[in-house]
């Protein structure tokens, strides 16, 4: 785990030594990656990080005061109520512990115990379970209208674009115009799309899946309806889904990935909480990142459910669906903080 004072220093560390080892190709590909999460995290960082730095200016001890605007600032973050309350208590031990008095040494260590509510023990980057056999199943879920068939769409570019041969699956067969709109996404991409309209999901699955292993198929993502509302008969077609996936391919879905807008707050966190209780759910995309200022949601899904969150969607571009980094992450919504302290 991140020493105390030793984070910052870790990132300026980290960011400086990426050119050494690496290609101009590769320089390329980080700067690029920076700077979209840079600007995809721009509105949490000037709303959140700002009334942080403002807190340090206006308090120069640690106070009550301090610990009480610190608080709201951390909600209207929406790190989540129970993620902050035992944030604060952590946060609060440690002042105690090491006699921090000075708000802006406690800074660092409000972004270094940030840091650790993530990771946790954990890998610090949240990898796709790839099917060393056979296709890579990836099953999608989540409720209507919080982006699942355009982020289908923007895997299947990313993948397509790393060399892969990907198949869409359209297992959203009862709502209107999504299997149309889901094959609308595999020409623009390029890949192969398998569906049909108002028939069980599972037999439009399986026959899929089939094509798919006849294709040689790399990568298969599939859509799912998502009607919340009645979670019995959800939690009946997932089981049936699953079980035609597991028949063709062992051990498969390799991913379950739950699609959530980050612009929802807390209700994502519901959402996430709702769909872990019928199915199992292997990691998390958020989409819309960049259009809210509640990027501390990021961390609030973590502590409420404990699923990685494996994507982030950072702009409307094809490009803009990103693999979650949380060094990235921690680092492009601190960086102001973290340059100032050179």
Excluded: C
């Excluded at 106070?63 to 129970?82: K, R």
């Excluded at 769409?153 to 993948?159: E, F, N, Q, T, V």
């Excluded at 006849?214 to 990568?219: H, P, T, Y």
Aim: glycine letters at 8%.
């Amino acid at each position: 785990m991140v020493k105390i004072m030793g984070l910052f220093n870790k990132f300026r560390e980290m960011f400086k030594k990426e050119e050494e080892g690496k290609n101009e190709e590769e320089l390329q590909l980080k700067e690029e990656e920076k700077e979209i999460y840079d600007k995809g995290l721009e509105k949490t960082r000037k709303e959140f990080v700002n009334e942080l730095s403002i807190l340090g200016v206006k308090y120069n001890k640690v106070t009550e005061e301090y610990f009480d605007e610190l608080e709201n600032i951390l909600i209207m973050a929406d790190i989540g109520v129970n993620t902050v309350m035992s944030f604060l208590d952590r946060l609060k031990a440690r002042v105690k512990k090491e006699n921090i008095t000075d708000t802006k040494y406690l800074q660092e260590v409000i972004v270094d115990e940030l840091f650790i509510i993530y990771v946790s023990g954990e890998s610090l980057s949240d990898k796709i379970n790839i099917n060393p056999d056979g296709p890579t199943v990836i099953l999608m879920v989540g409720v209507n209208g919080v982006g699942k068939t355009t982020t289908i769409g923007k895997l299947a570019y990313k993948y397509k674009n790393e060399g892969k041969k990907v198949m869409l699956i359209a297992g959203d067969t009862f709502r209107a115009g999504a299997v149309a709109q889901l094959e609308e996404w595999a020409k623009k991409t390029d890949t192969l799309f398998y569906g049909k309209e108002n028939t069980d999901p599972a037999g439009v699955i399986f026959d899929g899946l089939i094509k798919a292993k006849d294709e040689n198929v790399d990568i298969v993502l599939i859509d799912t309806a998502g009607r919340l509302q009645n979670k019995v008969n959800l939690m009946k077609e997932l089981e049936k889904i699953n079980k035609v996936i597991g028949t063709h391919i062992p051990n498969a879905p390799h991913e379950t990935l739950l699609v959530i807008d980050a612009a929802t707050g807390q209700n994502g966190i519901l959402q996430a909480e709702a769909f872990k209780e019928i199915t199992n759910i292997t990691g998390i995309v958020l989409t819309k990142l960049d259009g809210t200022a509640k990027g501390g949601i990021v961390l609030a899904i973590k502590e409420a459910v404990n699923i990685p969150v494996k994507f982030i969607g950072l702009g409307e571009g094809m490009n803009d669906l990103r693999t979650f980094d949380i060094e990235t992450y921690i680092y492009g919504l601190f960086k102001d903080m973290i340059n100032d302290g050179e």
